[in-house]
């Protein structure tokens, strides 16, 4: 998979696809696998902004029965299956509890209801072929044995927990990557990198885009009889730049902010905390802490984790989980993502619906062929891509094939079952720690990863266990273009906190044997992922 400027700037498309989220990555697959030609240009790295600063779970959104929201919750538990089916080396299933302290029984009745109806909406949960992907319904734990599982959960008023299930990400960036990797081997045009300026128009419908290289600085134009804008929280705003006139409808921006602690349970802990909800993941040996949900009002480029945000985490983390024992001193990485919401009438953003909407910019804008798709989450970006390239295709007045990647199996997710692959994978290369990892991370084509790899090539780099291979292999096949992008999201090198000068030296200097950069280059590229590490002020 390379850049594909060329054919950018001199082919027309079907479907010009302007940004590359997960909503993005997921319709130029869907296009490109019905035979639609698809272009798609992301302004800066496939997955950077809120793809890849989520809570990292596919989830069914069990809260979202409080607002009756019975539809979108069977469509997100619907979609979960899906994600385990076509990516089952990077969608795993996840234990939660749900602890009750002084709850009384009407509380534990209410919430019994919600889980068996949970239990209900997603009866079609276990239709995989995978057993270690099973899902099992709901239980209560009794106070013993819910402290013996989980200490943590120690507090006044414990009286024991329920038990559901839902699943989790092991790197939502590369489950967006992989689908441009198979969209690129249907015949899409790809690059990141590339920011649309403004939209080509003439007579009220659209022609494609005038876009630059920010590598290079070139402009030039992409022809497309469609355009869709998938901006995530920029969409609102790239159509009122590239339009001139204020867009509808306007989103509402939500900022979550995450912290990485080192592991506090094996179990996910879902903590009701007053009107809202606490998440604390175990995430790759350490604990994810989830999230906060502020109206965030200032340009999407500039959102960040403030120290005030960590304590305030942290603060209700500690009147809720006191056992945990977190403090500051325990923050080992910490991001904040954007949540792109569509306006419902809500008061607040933690009660605006999770919904998404694709909206048609024709007849009464005056841009015909011009889309944009709002709202939505991870869970659910496939089957939003289904509907746009449903929608595409009508307009486009294209006959195409039903839609298939809900069963269709992304690159990685090429094989039976996840512990028969790695077991192959161990016997073929023995002894070599990071192979779990590094399935993981690239599932069925870790082959091609390990091809001429020699043994200092599959020594761990850093603490999240990927290695030189992959480095090399990001550089070859997934348009790794920078420094950062190579650490944070072709591998999580520097998910974890900073992974030390001799870990970003040594991935660096590989780059720049690939890619030609002087050591002024390689200087500034290290020195470049500082502030991702640093707390704003």
Same mark, same amino acid.
């Given at each position: 998979?390379q850049r594909?400027?060329?054919?950018l ?5 079907d ?6 989220g997960?909503?993005?990555c ?5 296009c490109a ?7 798609l240009?992301?302004?800066?790295d ?6 890849a600063?989520?809570?990292?779970l596919?989830?069914g ?12 919750v069977r469509e ?6 899906g994600?385990?089916?076509i990516?089952?080396?990077?969608v ?41 992907q099973?899902?099992?319904g709901?239980?209560?734990i009794g106070?013993?044995?819910?402290l013996?599982r989980?200490p943590v959960?120690?507090?006044?008023g414990?009286e024991g ?13 590369? %489950?967006?990557?992989?689908? #441009?990797?198979?969209a690129?081997?249907? &015949?899409?045009?790809? /690059?990141n990198y590339v !920011?649309?300026? =403004?939209l ?11 876009v630059?290289d920010?590598r290079?600085g070139e ?5 497309a009889?469609?355009?869709l804008v998938?901006a995530?929280?920029w ?8 339009t001139?006139?204020?867009?509808a ?5 939500s ?8 592991q %506090?349970s094996t179990?996910? #802990?879902t903590?009701e905390?007053g009107? &809202?909800?606490l998440f /604390?993941?175990?995430? !790759?040996?350490? =604990? ?5 949900d502020?109206p965030?009002?200032g ?12 304590a305030?985490?942290?603060?209700s983390?500690s009147?809720y ?14 991001y ?8 419902d009438?809500s008061?607040d ?8 909407e #694709? ?5 009464a804008?005056?841009?015909d ?12 970006s ?10 595409l295709a009508a307009r486009l007045?294209?006959?195409?094939p039903?839609c298939a990647?809900?069963?269709t199996?992304?690159p990685?997710g090429r094989f ?5 692959m ?7 290369w023995?002894?070599i ?5 590094m399935?993981?991370m690239l ?8 091809k ?6 599959l020594?761990p ?5 990927d ?14 273009l920078?420094?950062?992008d ?6 999580a ?11 970003l030296e040594?991935v ?6 690939h890619?030609?950069w ?5 200087s500034?590229?290290?020195?470049g992922?500082?502030?991702?590490w640093?707390?704003?002020?």
């Amino acid at each position: 998979m390379q850049r594909a400027i060329d054919r950018l700037s001199r082919e027309t498309f079907d479907v010009l696809i302007i940004g590359g989220g997960a909503t993005g990555c997921f319709t130029a697959r869907d296009c490109a696998l019905r035979g639609l030609s698809v272009a798609l240009v992301e302004a800066r790295d496939f997955a950077s902004a809120t793809s890849a600063h989520s809570s990292k779970l596919a989830h069914g959104g069990l809260r979202y029965l409080r607002n009756l929201e019975i539809a979108l919750v069977r469509e997100s538990l619907r979609e979960r299956r899906g994600l385990m089916r076509i990516a089952p080396h990077l969608v795993r299933p996840l234990p939660f509890l749900l602890p009750l302290y002084a709850a009384g029984w009407l509380e534990r009745a209410k919430l019994s209801a919600g889980l068996t109806l949970y239990d209900l909406l997603s009866f079609d949960r276990n239709r995989l072929q995978d057993p270690a992907q099973r899902l099992p319904g709901h239980r209560w734990i009794g106070k013993d044995a819910a402290l013996a599982r989980e200490p943590v959960l120690a507090g006044d008023g414990f009286e024991g927990a329920f038990e559901y299930h839902d699943a989790q990400m092991y790197a939502p960036e590369r %489950i967006a990557l992989e689908n #441009l990797v198979d969209a690129d081997a249907q &015949g899409a045009a790809l /690059a990141n990198y590339v !920011r649309a300026e =403004t939209l080509l128009l003439r007579d009220g419908k659209a022609e494609g885009a005038r876009v630059t290289d920010t590598r290079t600085g070139e402009g030039f134009d992409i022809r497309a009889r469609t355009v869709l804008v998938a901006a995530g929280p920029w969409a609102d705003l790239f159509l009122e730049q590239a339009t001139g006139r204020a867009a509808a409808p306007k989103l509402i921006r939500s900022k979550g902010i995450h912290l990485l602690v080192p592991q %506090i349970s094996t179990a996910a #802990l879902t903590i009701e905390a007053g009107s &809202g909800h606490l998440f /604390a993941l175990p995430w !790759r040996g350490h =604990t994810l802490l989830a999230t906060t949900d502020t109206p965030f009002r200032g340009d999407p480029a500039t959102v960040a984790v403030q120290e005030d945000d960590i304590a305030s985490l942290l603060g209700s983390f500690s009147r809720y989980l006191p056992s945990a024992g977190l403090s500051r001193d325990t923050v080992e990485f910490f991001y904040a993502g954007l949540r792109p919401l569509v306006s419902d009438g809500s008061k607040d953003s933690y009660n605006v619906s999770r919904r998404s909407e #694709l909206v048609d910019h024709g007849k009464a804008e005056g841009m015909d062929g011009v889309f944009s798709a709002l709202g939505g989450k991870w869970t659910t970006s496939r089957a939003l891509a289904e509907t746009i390239t449903d929608t595409l295709a009508a307009r486009l007045g294209k006959k195409t094939p039903p839609c298939a990647t809900a069963t269709t199996p992304l690159p990685g997710g090429r094989f039976d079952t996840f512990e028969g692959m790695v077991k192959g994978f161990q016997k073929t290369w023995p002894g070599i720690a990071a192979l779990r990892n590094m399935a993981h991370m690239l599932g069925a084509r870790l082959p091609l990863a390990l091809k001429g790899a020699r043994l200092t090539d599959l020594q761990p780099i850093g603490r999240s266990g990927d290695t030189p291979a992959q480095v090399r292999f990001a550089l070859e096949h997934e348009m790794a273009l920078t420094l950062e992008d190579m650490v944070m999201r072709r591998t999580a090198i520097g998910q974890f906190g900073p992974p030390g000068a001799a870990a970003l030296e040594k991935v660096a200097a590989q780059m720049a044997a690939h890619l030609g950069w002087s050591d002024e280059r390689k200087s500034a590229e290290i020195a470049g992922l500082e502030p991702l590490w640093r707390v704003r002020p």
